[in-house]
């Protein structure tokens, strides 16, 4: 027999006065209570209650044993209304870690709107451009920018992300406006030490397929001083649209070769299990793929 099972029925026996009574209450047969209660005595090695025609008393040990296991279920009953709560209400803290360029106002927007709609979560944001070990590091989403995200995680898709080739406008009026993609091997490039351009392409007109080719002068791990480098004219560089745009609408910043694009990458979710999502997690992620590229 179910052990809680029995720990509840001798419980309901106690505080009812019957096993009928009891058994009323907890939906099996009279019978079926009284086995519960002698197996709970058998199991202990004691007698619980005192048996009448008429009367139930509690013994000594069942009184002790009242007392205790009703005490433990009590804090069972607790911890199942706080996990039912927990299913109903996103709630608690998320460490989510994402891309350096995520630190703009755009993405800003984003967490403010989940703020306002899951009021008792704590996102805990980590910026970053590495791959961290989800498990090991105690992550319970990671936003990825790839074309191929970890067949070892499970990965929703967000939203595409394009990324541009920019230089301070300053720079390029040092010489002369790169007209294709080969003459961008001229100009000093900073470029991400946590990407491989190595067969990198631009896609052009009709199709054309170019080679990336840059002449490093900088390497960097840092999407954003990357860009405060282009500012201050150390050379060219290759950054996502969410960092730049502002930049471009006010030209700050200008284009390069605009005929030729990399390209689209897709911005995942990606996390370690499909089952027993938190609500914070999943409320999280429906959050991000309803509102990213609309902001």
């Known amino acids: 027999m179910d052990r809680l099972t029995s720990l509840r029925v001798f419980r309901e026996v106690v505080e009812s006065g019957s096993f009928t009574a009891a058994a009323e209450r907890i939906g ?13 005595e058998k199991s202990l090695g004691a007698r619980l209650l005192h048996r009448s025609s008429r009367h139930l008393s509690l013994t000594e ?19 199942e209304a706080a996990i039912g709560q927990t299913s ?9 870690s994402a891309p350096v360029w995520c630190a703009t106002p755009r993405f800003a927007r984003v967490l403010a709107g989940y703020r306002a709609q899951c009021p008792e979560v704590v996102v805990d944001m980590h910026l970053e451009n ?20 970890s067949p070892a ?20 009026a040092r010489g002369e406006l790169p007209a294709t993609p080969a003459d961008l091997a001229k100009l000093d490039a ?6 491989n351009l190595e067969g990198f392409a ?31 004219g150390i050379g060219i560089s290759f950054l996502p649209e969410w960092l730049i745009d502002d930049d471009l609408a006010a030209g700050r910043l200008v284009r390069l070769v605009p005929d030729y694009a990399a390209p689209p990458v897709t911005l ?6 499909r089952q027993y999502m938190a609500p914070k997690l999943r409320s999280f992620i429906d959050f991000l793929g309803a509102r990213l590229g609309k902001v």
Request: glycine share 6%.
């Open 202 to 232: 631009l896609k052009g007109p009709g199709g054309r397929q170019a080679p990336l080719r840059l002449q490093p002068v900088m390497k960097s791990d840092d999407t954003n001083l990357t860009l405060h480098a282009v500012h201050a």
């Open 130 to 149: 590495r791959k961290v070990d989800l498990a090991a590091d105690g992550y319970d989403l990671a936003l990825r920018a790839t074309q191929e995200p």
């Open 28 to 40: 099996i047969s009279a019978p079926m209570a009284s086995k519960h209660v002698a197996q709970l």
């Open 268 to 273: 995942f979710a990606v996390y370690t299990s």
């Open 153 to 172: 995680l499970i990965a929703r898709p967000l939203c595409k992300l394009q990324f541009h080739l920019v230089a301070a406008p300053g720079c390029i």
């Open 190 to 195: 900073i470029v991400p030490s946590y990407v």
């Open 61 to 79: 040990a069942g009184q002790a044993w009242y007392e205790q296991s009703g005490r433990a279920l009590d804090l069972l009953d607790a911890a």
């Open 88 to 96: 109903a209400t996103p709630r608690g803290q998320l460490k989510v």
